[in-house]
């Protein structure tokens, strides 16, 4: 099992431009988390996706940024109009299941994708 | 609110001496609690689950919820442990997004 994976590793936009970033979970995991780290900070949950679901989205800023997690195919992350602020190192995460009564399962963390907005 | 406090940025610690790495946390129900460790250039990777109360590379941590804390200790630390350690927590309903704290770099001296 080659573990979550992201791509690209690094990202660089001018602002203005689109980013899209990919996360292909772990074989037969079907829960997606996506967080965000900006500098000198911790991971902060952005978004919940199921297949072709959006669970919980209460992470995502309000404008420009989406997320799906289609039947067949990686989850994207979309960042239209970039801008400076955007820059952070983006983390995807699976889980099997979204856990049973009084416990979770753990989540498996990809390698990240750093994006630099120019 | 719901928060995760690590309250030292780096801690530097000699080979063989004990070390501990504080978590204390703020949440209304009952979480879970989890130790995540990246190693230079590597992904995050669970440590260790309170519930699972196992004890992973020397590594152990007690759930104390009269202090909220989850502290992580190691009674001889190695070279080889000095890396990121983010405390993390979860719901145990909803959405089990997890809640982290800023990180703590651990340096172990030679």
């Known amino acids: 099992n080659a573990g979550v994976m992201q791509n690209p590793r690094h990202l660089v936009r001018r602002r203005g431009q689109e980013a899209r970033l990919r996360c292909s979970p772990m074989?037969?995991?079907?829960?997606v988390y996506w967080y965000r780290q900006l500098p000198e900070e911790g991971l902060k949950f952005m978004v919940y996706l199921q297949k072709e679901n959006i669970i919980d989205e209460s992470g995502m800023p309000k404008e420009r940024f989406s997320a799906e997690f289609p039947k067949e195919g990686p989850s994207i992350l979309r960042i239209q109009q970039v801008v400076r602020g955007d820059s952070a190192a983006y983390f995807c995460?699976?889980?099997?299941?979204?856990?049973?009564?009084?416990?979770?399962?753990?989540?498996?963390f990809g390698p990240g994708t750093r994006l630099t907005v120019l | 609110a719901q928060r995760v406090t690590q309250p030292e940025k780096l801690l530097s610690v000699f080979k063989g001496a004990p070390v501990e790495l504080k978590c204390n946390y703020s949440?209304?129900?009952?979480?879970?609690l989890f130790w995540y460790v990246q190693y230079s250039r590597q992904r995050l990777q669970l440590l260790l689950r309170?519930?699972s109360r196992e004890s992973i590379k020397g590594f152990t941590a007690d759930l104390n919820k009269g202090e909220t804390s989850f502290h992580l200790k190691k009674p001889f630390a190695q070279e080889e442990d000095s890396a990121m350690y983010y405390c993390a927590l979860s719901s145990t309903s909803g959405t089990y997004k997890y809640i982290f704290g800023t990180g703590t770099r651990l340096k172990v001296l030679a």
């Open positions: 995460a699976s889980s099997p299941r979204q856990g049973r009564i009084g416990s979770t399962d753990t989540q498996y």
């Open positions: 949440y209304s129900g009952s979480p879970e």
């Open positions: 309170h519930i």
């Open positions: 074989k037969g995991h079907s829960h």
